[in-house]
C-alpha cells in the first residue's frame, strides 16, 4: 500500500509543534507504561519507534547498551539528539526506516493508532528482531471506562469515535483489545503478554483539576487488574 510520505512528514511536524503527550496525566502514563515495559526487557539492543519528547528514552538510555531513535519529526529528532547524545537518531518515517542492525528490544508507544497500515509496521519491525528478542506496543483503549461514559453522555458517537484528544495527536483510530491482537497476530507475531494500566473514569481536564498525584498513581495501578477497560492497553510479542 503506498503513502504519501512528503504529506506525512508534513503532518507529523505539524503535530510535533503542540504535542500534549508530555503534559499531565498523559506524561505519567507514559512514565508508568516505561516502569510496565521494563519488567520484560530484554538484551542490550533497543530500538524505540516515534518517541516524541523522549519520556521513555530516558529510562532506555539507562537500561541498554545501544539504543536507536527514529522520529518523523525534525523537530523532535533535533532535541532527541541533543538531549542523547549515546543514542542514534535516524529522522525517518517508519515505512522508510531501514536498520543496520537488529535489537531484542523494539519499543512502539503509542504508534500503532498513528499509522497508516499498522500491521505492514508491526510485520517489519518483526524483522528487526534479534534471535529471541520482543516488540512492545502501547495504544489507548476504546473500552476506557471514560470512552464508554462519553458514549452515555453523547460526547462521543460510539467507543472508537476520535475524540479532541486523539485528532489534535492526529490519530487514525481507536484500539480495542480484540483489533489490536488482530493487528499483532496478523504481522505474524506471537503474543506473550497482553495488558493494560490507568483504569480512568473521567477525562485529562477532570483529573488535572481535581486529582492528586497519589490518586492518579493509584487508578494506574488499577489498571492493571482490569486490562479490557483500562485507558491504555499493551502486547509484548515476539516473532
Not at 532506555?60 to 549515546?86: I, K, M, T
Not at 467507543?159 to 491482537?181: A, C, I, K, Q, W
Request: some cysteine.
Amino acid at each position: 500500500m503506498s503513502l504519501d510520505r512528503d504529506a506525512e512528514r508534513l503532518r507529523l511536524e505539524q503535530i510535533s509543534l503542540d504535542s500534549w503527550y508530555a503534559q499531565g496525566p498523559s506524561g505519567i502514563a507514559v512514565t508508568y507504561c516505561t516502569k510496565v515495559f521494563a519488567r520484560h526487557w530484554r538484551g542490550g539492543r533497543c530500538l524505540e519507534l516515534g518517541p516524541a519528547e523522549g519520556l521513555m528514552t530516558e529510562a532506555l538510555v539507562a537500561a541498554f547498551e545501544h539504543v536507536e531513535l527514529v522520529e518523523g519529526s525534525q523537530s523532535f529528532v533535533d532535541d532527541l539528539a541533543r538531549r542523547f547524545p549515546q543514542a542514534e537518531v535516524h529522522c525517518a518515517l517508519f515505512e522508510e526506516f531501514e536498520p543496520q542492525t537488529t535489537f531484542d528490544t523494539i519499543i512502539l508507544g503509542h504508534v500503532l493508532e498513528h499509522v497508516e497500515h499498522p500491521r505492514e509496521l508491526l510485520a517489519r519491525a518483526r524483522g528487526w528482531l534479534a534471535p529471541g528478542g520482543a516488540i512492545y506496543a502501547a495504544v489507548p483503549n476504546a473500552r476506557s471506562i471514560h470512552r464508554q461514559a462519553a458514549v452515555l453522555l453523547s460526547l462521543l458517537q460510539t467507543e472508537h469515535s476520535l475524540n479532541e484528544m486523539d485528532v489534535h495527536h492526529g490519530h487514525r483510530r481507536v484500539y480495542d483489545p480484540e483489533t489490536l491482537r488482530a493487528d499483532v497476530l496478523g504481522a505474524g507475531l506471537r503474543i506473550s503478554v497482553f495488558g493494560g494500566y490507568w483504569l480512568k473514569p473521567v477525562s485529562n481536564a477532570q483529573i488535572e483539576a481535581q486529582w492528586s498525584a497519589e490518586m492518579l498513581e493509584a487508578f494506574m495501578a488499577l489498571g492493571e487488574r482490569y486490562p479490557d477497560t483500562a485507558a491504555e492497553i499493551y502486547v509484548i510479542a515476539t516473532a
